[in-house]
């Protein structure tokens, strides 16, 4: 087996009395497109900022593509590219000059680092901003911009940190299109997102953090296969009442989404609907998404 | 050593500070220019310079080297801190950059600020005093060194600043007490001996009188001790730095 793209062993960090991470073990497999989900403050860009290197772990190792954050920082961080969270302002130069000097940072230099500038600020269009001071771009253009300079020194793996938080849907797409192409070629992609569906979509494996504890980690088509409830939606007249009024999860216009163990036949919901006097003119079932299953492992008390 | 990527940050930090020449070259030129208008020329003091020296000819090397040493601090210091507020010190953080790297990039660029404007301030003085110097060589030394002090100093605020009033509070209640009282507007030998004590408290008294050795070949300090202390101050500052830096302090968290 090869040596994962990213390894966490042991990961834990401690902020005066909160322990940010608890000793996470986990490897990332290369060549995947790795889905990396939790609430806000579960402890997803810690564990992305001490695999970059901006957060030193109170314990534990992390190593990118073999090498160790801490005591190889040359060759873990040549193998990693970061897009950060933050849209960060660099207002004494331009585009291409901040892309010419995070090159120069790598070493990189010369024709053949220009050509690869000029193709990334085309791939990201970008190259009508490329003389224009960052301070001017729009939020759009300074994520764009973000994702070039992580990639300026053909990273193996990119770490891409909610990086379509406030961003149109248009730049969204594209910026999918964009990613994906990136895993085509072969490169290991890291996403952290809130938007739960977009990981579904994209990703093949994914791991889910809780209170700095990693809560599961699996191939996509095993975790949506551990959902432990499916739903049940019923359009109709009438009202639900007694132990059906129970599993109601949510009131639809013209009906019900009610919320059953995976095991449950729909024989005794159906039962239980005529019993309260409810005509059914229609029912579907859902099948379970990374959202149920998000939420059933990360829900308070879980 | 990543030679290639230590010469860009030290190409990107002059790039920074030229960028804005008139903030960070001209102005201080002009506000140093100031201080040899008023106490060169009106207070025309012998009695505070050194013995057979012309007050503007002690004044102009101790406002060069001011100007230098402020210049080569706050070059920097503002660097840093404004990568922290802007964020974009996270791009020099994901760099395969060695501490002692990013440290001799930001020392660099500090010391060609300082240099730069300390020999505005030289130059001016000459034209308008016919300055003459005696031992260019040990001018040149104290210029480096006291740049690389100050560089150095500044690397340290900007470190450990997380906030702009905390600069402005290194900068103001720090810097610039301590170069004003290094002897730039007179030699200590005019002090009542406590304040003449104090003085020889003052690293930055031992970078002045190490420069202006340079000039008159007259010094209120033998110029080895000068040259001891700020070679020392410089190994502390630099061990300090480094430390702080590889822990990443205040920059990793």
Redesign the interface.
Known sequence: MSTPAVEFQSVAKR?GDLWALKGIDLAIPRGSFYGLLGHNGAGKSTLI?AM?????PTRGRICVMGHDVQRD???S??A?G?V?Q????????SVRE?LE??S??????GRRQRAWLDELLERLSLTDKADVKTNQLSGGMKRRLLIA?ALVHHPEVLVLDEPTAGVDVALRRSLWAFARELHAGGMTIILTTHYLEEAESLCDRIAIIHRGELVVEADKAELLARSPWKHVEIIGRGEPSGALAGQVCERLAEGWRFRLPREAGLGTLLDQARACGIEIEDLRVIEPDLEQVFLSLTEEGA | M?W??L???F??EN??FL??AVQTLFAPVVTTLLYLLVFGQLLDEESVAFRGVDYAHFLVPGLAMMALMQNAFANSSSSLIQSKM???I?????????PLEIYLAFLGSAVLRGLLVGLMVFLVGWLGYGMSWQAPGWILLFAVLSGAVMGGLGIMAGILSEKYDHLAAFQNFIVVPLTFLSGVFYSIHQLPPVWQQASHFNPFFYMVDGSRYGFFQQSDVPLGVSLGVTLGFLALVSAINLWLLV??VKI??
């Open positions: 902020y900022n970059a290197g901006l957060v030193i920082y040359r060759a961080r040549r990693l970061v950060p933050e849209l960060i302002d660099e207002p004494f130069f901040l000097l995070q120069g940072y790598f070493g990189l230099h300079l | 990543n290639r990527g010469w860009t940050l190409i990107k790039r920074r960028s804005v802007h964020g974009n996270v791009f020099l953080l994901l760099a395969p950059l060695s822990k990443g990793r968290h």
